[in-house]
């Protein structure tokens, strides 16, 4: 009989088999990170570190931060169940997934999500937006639209037209306001040297009309075409009188006055009450003008250009005046005409 045979040895043969269910296998040691490799990854981190995130990805990740926390309960956090408010809400009858009494199916009566966030970008005032709202239903109104009426889509061509018509409109009342202060200027030296009688020349006498004091004139005999100017010019006058006249007040120091002082010394120590000597009808209703300053401008421009051909025979857009009333050489009356 061969040993292999003999009773026993094949105890001793599954012994010295391997166990594969009982076997373990040891954890693979991880590579030693060389220095350079080392070098190499804390420089990564130091820039990963330092890198300053752009507005937009701060603002990318406000909001994924922002929906994730609403979309997430705060009564699956593990530390609401150990809340003492939570458990004292679930003794009262709250149960989750909504708020109220619920239906007999068993459905919560109340809101069931959280209340919608709304975010505030702008620098407006609390309380701006409902400003906004009552204006554009004060404004719906007077155009008699529904005050829930969506204000009408603008069309881009009628916005553009109605751009250039402002600024043809504005441009017009420039050139009608050098128009007014040249007719003035040439109907002055025309009355300067009609007036001319040998004691003086033409711009002599006007400097003198100039200097003439204001309340020697009526404002209504000043010819309607450039009447507004001279009301404008008046009315800034008496403004610049009036606060000159408030500032000398406020610097001068109080003083002694007497009942029985001379006019002349308390005109000479300024005590007296000071008149605005103007126009003797500036204060008075100009039916005329109101008429003429309602206008259309290119009208009254036409008016003020015809008179300056007719008066002086002069061309506004050729800039010079003529020898003869045919202003032979001149296009026409309006700047088209000179293109």
Same mark, same amino acid.
């Given at each position: 009989?061969?040993?292999?045979?003999?009773?026993?040895?094949?105890?001793?043969?599954?012994?010295?088999?391997?166990?594969?269910?009982?076997?373990? @296998?040891?954890?693979?040691?991880?590579?030693?990170?060389?220095?350079?490799?080392?070098?190499?990854?804390?420089?990564?981190?130091?820039?990963?570190?330092?890198?300053?995130?752009?507005?937009?990805?701060?603002?990318?990740?406000?909001?994924?931060?922002?929906?994730?926390?609403?979309?997430?309960?705060?009564?699956?956090?593990?530390?609401?169940?150990?809340?003492?408010?939570?458990?004292?809400?679930?003794?009262?009858? @709250?149960?989750?997934?909504?708020?109220?009494?619920?239906?007999?199916?068993?459905?919560?009566?109340?809101?069931?999500?959280?209340?919608? /966030?709304? /975010?505030?970008?702008?620098?407006?005032?609390?309380?701006?937006?409902?400003?906004?709202?009552?204006? @554009?239903?004060?404004?719906?109104?007077?155009?008699?639209?529904?005050?829930?009426?969506?204000?009408?889509?603008?069309?881009?061509?009628?916005?553009?037209?109605?751009?250039?018509?402002?600024?043809?409109?504005?441009?017009?009342?420039?050139?009608?306001?050098?128009?007014?202060?040249?007719?003035?200027?040439?109907?002055?030296?025309?009355?300067?040297?009609?007036?001319?009688?040998?004691?003086?020349?033409?711009?002599?006498?006007?400097?003198?009309?100039?200097?003439?004091?204001?309340?020697?004139?009526?404002?209504?005999?000043?010819?309607?075409?450039?009447?507004?100017?001279?009301?404008?010019?008046?009315?800034?006058?008496?403004?610049?009188?009036?606060?000159?006249?408030?500032?000398?007040?406020?610097?001068?120091?109080?003083?002694?006055?007497?009942?029985?002082?001379?006019?002349?010394?308390?005109?000479? /120590?300024?005590?007296?009450?000071?008149?605005?000597?103007?126009?003797?009808?500036?204060?008075?209703?100009?039916?005329?003008?109101?008429? @003429?300053?309602?206008?259309?401008?290119?009208?009254?421009?036409?008016?003020?250009?015809?008179?300056?051909?007719?008066?002086?025979?002069?061309?506004?857009?050729?800039?010079?005046?003529?020898?003869?009333?045919?202003?032979?050489?001149?296009?026409?009356?309006?700047?088209?005409?000179?293109?």
């Amino acid at each position: 009989m061969s040993p292999t045979n003999q009773p026993g040895s094949g105890a001793q043969d599954d012994d010295d088999d391997d166990d594969y269910m009982n076997m373990t @296998f040891a954890e693979p040691q991880p590579a030693k990170e060389s220095s350079i490799q080392r070098t190499q990854r804390l420089k990564k981190e130091a820039r990963a570190r330092g890198l300053v995130k752009s507005k937009a990805q701060l603002a990318e990740e406000e909001a994924a931060a922002r929906a994730k926390a609403l979309a997430t309960s705060m009564l699956d956090d593990p530390r609401a169940r150990k809340s003492k408010g939570l458990a004292m809400m679930a003794k009262m009858g @709250f149960t989750g997934g909504g708020l109220g009494k619920k239906t007999p199916d068993g459905q919560a009566q109340g809101r069931v999500e959280p209340i919608h /966030l709304s /975010l505030k970008d702008d620098r407006a005032g609390v309380g701006m937006d409902a400003e906004k709202k009552r204006r @554009f239903r004060e404004a719906a109104e007077e155009r008699g639209l529904a005050p829930d009426a969506k204000a009408p889509r603008l069309d881009p061509d009628e916005y553009r037209e109605r751009v250039r018509r402002e600024r043809e409109d504005a441009k017009l009342e420039s050139q009608f306001f050098a128009a007014q202060r040249l007719a003035e200027g040439m109907d002055d030296e025309q009355a300067a040297g009609a007036d001319t009688d040998g004691d003086g020349s033409a711009s002599e006498q006007l400097e003198k009309k100039r200097k003439r004091p204001n309340s020697s004139k009526l404002l209504k005999s000043v010819p309607i075409l450039y009447r507004g100017l001279v009301r404008h010019r008046e009315e800034k006058e008496r403004e610049r009188r009036m606060r000159y006249d408030l500032e000398q007040s406020l610097s001068r120091l109080p003083t002694y006055e007497e009942e029985d002082d001379d006019p002349d010394y308390k005109t000479a /120590l300024g005590k007296r009450d000071t008149i605005y000597t103007m126009a003797e009808d500036f204060d008075e209703q100009d039916q005329e003008l109101d008429e @003429f300053n309602a206008l259309d401008v290119r009208e009254r421009l036409e008016r003020l250009l015809k008179h300056l051909r007719e008066q002086h025979r002069y061309c506004f857009w050729c800039k010079m005046a003529y020898p003869d009333a045919e202003m032979d050489g001149c296009p026409g009356l309006t700047e088209e005409d000179h293109d």
